[in-house]
């Protein structure tokens, strides 16, 4: 039976909140966390860095009268924790193999007194049985587990020594158990629920919505574009610090000494450089001496730089976790900062290359790597849809670590896609056909092959590939000859940022029909996909650069913004009635359009730019009343 009466009557949490740690009140979370490990129940509190994870244990450590013991895997955070919590009169100590014989013999010697709070271990300390036996005579009365995510090979950090967290809870005596990280999908959860033998456990996972960080994502075509667009950033982000993060020790030293050559204070970091030029350049960084800096993802822990303006990820990490994590480093401050992923396909191959890497080498206790190696292929695949998706990105987030409270409070208004939605139109009767063609292609390749075959079967080519395979005798070969091979290409491309078509597998990626295909091909749902540039040109997502952001002043004229704003409330009623995104109803740009037009009948409505005769038939009455509702309001 689970053991829910706490120690103590109910303490006075926010009285200890203020009294021993002078904060005003609990950060999101806090409290709820503090009162389940109170209640000696297990939890697993999944919070972003930098929400006060561990007060979450820190104070109810003040409150009880057993030991807490804390596995944390850095020797310098624990050493700040501990420094931190004396300086508040907290006895905490660390134990670890960076002390000298003297100072751990104190230390086991306060714990045996009954002296100590709080003792951080690292988890190799697991190895030691000797040891383990000390702590386990104190009988500690909470295990807590930061950075819990490193126990599964799902998550983006794994580490073996982890794996035996489970077995140390056990040898002592199975104290109720807290288990902390920044970082958790539902399957990390679950392995953390698994391996750390969790009982009827509470799982708190808040805080994830960072509303200061304008996230965008850029789809490059080389380095040349990359360059570009990062050098408008940086001219954009006159203050603060900016970090640039690359996948590879070389693509840091060679963009630090292409930007060093137009800016001052560059400077760059990766794990390849000596400890004592590391360590400079991180003091370098937080005097604001560099105020750029280049680096790989070894630049990272422990920084708490409040004023960071502008990450750049130049390459694609491996994981949204990892690229959230690195991300997150700007605004801590509470002030705007971006966050610009720069994304071109090819640079995943260097992702799945370090993925290949796992197999080489020593293979972690317990795990076959090649299941490791799926669960970063799955992670990396996650990333590469993140640049591709059409929703919010901060909503993307919040979904991906499972914050159900922050992702009901919907999108974030600012992100790239909240504050220039593609534009989004109805097929006409013509390329609807022909893009039924390409699905029904799709559809029946079953993912065999890539957008290439496809292409050269809709064109009728009879290259020696489609006549080896046989594929002059499909039913759809040569179809769509008449729009060419572009034409064809930019089809498939259309149809693959509209969700309609996926791309599967990263090195040779093939194509296969989503449910939303599927849907189109049937019969069942109309084709709305992004409207093409009007010149015929390629679909790709036009620059952050050129992009109006949600704060700029309204274009076109000086439409009202009341009637603006009341305009945007029916287009998020209209959209949540038919369970679609707003910016499938209209796009801003139209509703402005309106807004300054004032238009009073359906005919003048007719005549705003981005109003087809679909959206005039089934919005048009409804934006008229507000319009007209507006008029009599004004005069
Ligand atoms: P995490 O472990 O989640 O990264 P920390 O526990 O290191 O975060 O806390 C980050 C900062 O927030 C610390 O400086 C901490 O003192 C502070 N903090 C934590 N909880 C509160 C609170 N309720 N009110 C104000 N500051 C807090
Ligand atoms: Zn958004």
Redesign the pocket.
Known sequence: MLDSRPEYPPPDLLHQ?RHR?G?????HG?REVMEAVLARRDVLAV??????????F?LPATLTSGLTVVISPLIALMKD?VD?LRTRGITASAYHSGQSQQERDRVLQDMRLGKLRLLYLAPERMQHDWFIRQVRLVGPSLLVV?EAHCISHWGHDFRPDYLRLGELRRQLDSPPCLA?T?TATARVQQDIHDKLEFRKPLTVITGFRRPNLRFAVEICSGKTEKLRILESLLKETPTGSKIVYCSTRRHVEELAQSLGKRHSGVGYYHAGLADDLRVSIHERFVNDDIRILVATNAFGMGI?KPDVRLVVHHDVPGSLEAYYQEAGRAGRDGGHAQCVLLFQQSDVATQEFFIQKLGEGVSPSGTAVSERQDASRELLRRMVSYAYSQTCRQLTFLNYFGDVEETTLGPCGHCDLCSSPPVVTEADHELLHQARTVLATVERFQGRFGATRVTDVLYGSTGKAVLDLRLHTAESFGRLRAIGRTGIARLIRRLASSGHIVFDGLEFPVVTLSAKGMAVLKGTDPLVWEQADGNGGEDKLPKATEKPSRSAPLHDGHPDRDLFDRLRALRARMASEEGVAPFMVFHDKTLRNIANRRPSSISSLEEVPGIGPAKLERYGRQVLQVVNEEEGRAS
């Open positions: 909140l740690f904060f005003e009140s609990f950060r806090q919070m972003p860095t930098g929400q006060g994870k561990s007060l979450c820190q924790q931190a930061d902390l920044a708490d």
